[in-house]
């Protein structure tokens, strides 16, 4: 909010004509000299329609631009950061051509209109013919300072799927996989990846020898999970849990929460939220203590032999 309170928008107009301004004349003084060449016309009698169109045809571009993200969201180049890199060379020439069609069909509209014709003094079928030609010759230019200026580049540093140069290539990483929610697993420099529990998720813990894994699906629900079982355990059917106010217990076998009940606010400081450890093995539950939270998602933590120890922060 602070940095959109700070933009000064006649500063950023201002930059736009200093940007678009030259960029406009250069492509109206090249499509006026193919005008000049080929329709054996002056130059100073083609330049300011062809300069009208092409402000048409910037104009124009808004529409195109509209649908930018939505195209490139379409080619499914946003999986990863080297997906993006390497992909969006492909998206940027189909960008590209919807831009010159875009420019074709409404300079081709504007200089065929009886006026501009008539101050060229050429047919209409030669006028449009010249106009496919001149905004090749532009798009020489424009198409790849288009894409130097859009594509995704992070300081000189190439991106690619391999990571096996890394310096520590046994490193495990967990993750949500975006297109079926599963929680996964992967060594760093490794290709091949381990679903470590097969049902959807938003928010996650891993105990520390990965048999465990408390997590919350995507009604807010919260479940425990041993790797390898067929289904998981419910332990709070609700959308109060928090993720950050759930912890495992050091036997991988009781879950700790701090739970909300229905009839209660989710205010911080409300006395009726509690703190209860759930074990997978029996289902039972047991009310440690009736804490006030003072803070959302307050952090749980198991001492060695199993006891809890928690804390509260302002």
């Known amino acids: 909010m602070m940095l959109a309170d700070a933009i000064n928008m006649p500063l950023v107009a201002v930059l736009g004509l200093f940007t678009f301004g030259p960029l406009t004349l250069l492509v109206t003084a090249v499509e006026s000299l193919v005008f000049r060449v080929c329709l054996k016309t002056r130059f100073r009698r083609v330049f300011v329609p062809v300069l009208l169109a092409n402000i048409w045809s910037t104009l124009a571009g808004v529409f195109v631009w509209m649908f930018q993200d939505g195209i490139i ?11 993006f890199a390497h992909g969006y060379r492909g998206v940027a020439l189909l960008l590209i051509g919807l831009y010159f069609a875009k420019s074709v069909l409404v300079e081709a509209v504007c200089l065929v209109e009886r006026r501009s014709r008539n101050r060229i003094e050429r047919g209409r079928g030669a006028v449009v013919l010249t106009v496919l030609l001149a905004n090749m010759c532009s798009y020489l230019i424009v198409g790849p300072l288009f894409y130097v200026t859009t594509r995704p580049h992070f300081g000189g540093l190439e991106t690619t799927f391999d990571a096996s140069w890394t310096a520590n290539p046994d490193s495990v990483i967990y993750y949500i996989d975006r297109h079926d929610q599963f929680i996964k697993r992967k060594h760093l420099a490794d290709v091949a990846v381990e679903t470590l529990v097969p ?116």
């Not at 969201?73 to 997906?83: F, K, L, N, Y």
């Open 199 to 314: 049902f959807p998720a938003v928010a996650f813990m891993i105990s520390g020898d990965e048999s465990t894994v408390a997590y919350l699906d995507p009604a807010g629900s919260l479940y425990g999970y041993r790797r390898g079982a067929s289904e998981p355990t419910l332990v709070r059917t609700s959308d109060r849990s928090f993720s950050g106010a759930v912890s495992i217990a050091p036997d991988n076998r009781r879950i700790a929460y701090v739970d909300c009940p229905d009839d209660a606010t989710r205010r911080p400081g409300d006395a009726k939220w509690e703190l209860v450890v759930f074990d997978l093995d029996t289902g039972e539950r047991a009310t440690i203590a009736a804490p006030v939270v003072l803070r959302w998602s307050p952090p749980i933590v198991w001492s060695a032999t199993g006891d809890i120890v928690y804390t509260w922060y302002a």
């Open 73 to 83: 969201a379409a080619a499914g180049i946003r999986e990863s950061i080297p997906a």
